[in-house]
T-cell receptor
Framework: SQKIEQNSEALNIQEGKTATLTCNYT??????LQWYRQDPGRGPVFLLL?????KEKRKERLKVTFDTTLKQSLFHITASQPADSATYLC??????????FGKGTTLSVSS | GAVVSQHPSWVICKSGTSVKIECRSL??????MFWYRQFPKQSLMLMAT?????????EQGVEKDKFLINHASLTLSTLTVTSAHPEDSSFYIC????????????FGSGTRLTVV
């Protein structure tokens, strides 16, 4: 079965730096891969989606890359701010299956 | 953007009682809604897929008689935890899609259930 690994449980960086989060999957390449933000005690909020035939997607300070050869997605937050502190979840979607989530990486941005 | 409203946000109940959680799509119709459960520091685990007008599809290991799902309209799905036990204490979250792939899934704010 498909497994997702977000290899860092926690990531601490200084304000202004770029945060890079990693998502690896084990089996088939998903139709698309999504990134969500989750704050404590809240439901996830959709951030970005990238399709299997796309290499990179950007949205304001966010950038997602997708490498189907490495079975990996990288999620970047540039010019990070303390307000970016949250847990970021990687999720995979394949037609006919449910959205599968990783455990998430908790990002802490210190000022 | 699309909004999914989930109530209550938290509930404490006694062991053996039942609790109902509501999930509403406020500005779009959702023929399918999803119910997840999340334990501390764990990923969201899909419990069941709720289909409007038909029976829900449960994931392996989820007791359908314990977690009753009703999706009676295009904007409302409910999850009832019956005969709750302390091990059912968890964070329950519903979600739905607007139909546009580019918009991802929209999640409710979650319900923290504590069974005492």
């Amino acid at each position: 079965s498909q497994k997702i690994e977000q290899n860092s449980e926690a990531l601490n960086i200084q304000e202004g730096k770029t945060a890079t989060l990693t998502c690896n999957y084990t089996n088939y390449s998903p139709a698309y891969l999504q990134w969500y933000r989750q704050d404590p005690g809240r439901g996830p909020v959709f951030l970005l989606l990238i399709r299997e035939n796309e290499k990179e997607k950007r949205k304001e300070r966010l950038k997602v890359t997708f490498d189907t050869t490495l079975k990996q997605s990288l999620f970047h937050i540039t010019a990070s701010q303390p307000a970016d502190s949250a847990t970021y979840l990687c999720a995979l979607y394949q037609a006919g299956t449910a959205l599968i989530f990783g455990k998430g990486t908790t990002l802490s941005v210190s000022s | 953007g699309a909004v999914v409203s989930q109530h209550p946000s938290w509930v404490i109940c006694k062991s053996g009682t039942s609790v109902k959680i509501e999930c509403r799509s406020l500005d779009f119709q959702a023929t399918t809604m999803f119910w997840y459960r999340q334990f501390p520091k764990q990923s969201l685990m899909l419990m069941a897929t709720s289909n409007e007008g038909s029976k829900a599809t449960y994931e392996q290991g989820v007791e359908k008689d314990k977690f009753l799902i009703n999706h009676a309209s295009l904007t409302l799905s409910t999850l009832t935890v019956t005969s709750a036990h302390p091990e059912d204490s968890s964070f329950y979250i519903c979600s739905a899609r607007t139909g546009k792939v580019s918009e991802g899934y929209t999640f409710g704010s979650g319900t923290r259930l504590t069974v005492v």
